[in-house]
């Protein structure tokens, strides 16, 4: 194993698991854009239809959380998801102040095969299963993790002239 401090200073800086985790995500949005745009989805559409897919009928907030999108950025995708058909915004029968988001027939079909899709290309880059899995599970337990830590902060007054 390599000695950290024998290391340049870019290689610290691309060995870093933020660094390589933001570098990650930005090229999966590559990835499922290229895979799915043609279809009129986005990533983050994939993302919802994928939460409700899983979870069924959801609040706004519900939705939300398990999406991991801002409520103030999900309502204008949920309208124009509507609008294309692929899910119902519907007041709760039992509390009017609740909107309850659902997957419609047309979502499950485009969600289905956009999921297909997908795998096709996910088949292509040769990746181990069992290692996917491993970090899947790692980065589940981080994320949990730091949602639940107060960091220390750094302030500007902290740093001296």
Do not use: H, W
Request: hydrophobic content about 40%; aromatic content about 8%; some cysteine.
């Amino acid at each position: 194993m390599t000695d950290p401090d024998d290391q340049r200073p870019s290689d610290q800086f691309t060995n870093r698991i933020c660094f390589n985790i933001y570098a990650a995500n930005r090229a999966f949005g590559r990835f499922y854009q290229a895979a799915i745009s043609e279809s009129g989805l986005t990533y983050p559409k994939f993302v919802i239809l994928n939460a409700l897919k899983d979870a069924g009928p959801l609040t706004i907030s519900d939705l939300s959380t398990r999406a991991g999108v801002e409520p103030n950025t999900l309502s204008p995708l949920l309208k124009k998801m509507a609008d294309f058909g692929v899910l119902t915004r519907e007041r709760d029968a039992q509390d009017e102040r609740r909107v309850m988001i659902a997957l419609t027939e047309k979502g499950r079909l485009l969600l289905e095969r956009a999921d297909a899709i997908v795998q096709q290309g996910f088949a292509e880059l040769d990746l181990d299963f069992a290692q996917a899995m491993q970090s899947v599970q790692f980065l589940d337990t981080l994320r949990k993790r730091l949602d639940e830590v107060d960091p220390p902060k750094l302030r500007l007054e902290d740093i001296p002239e």
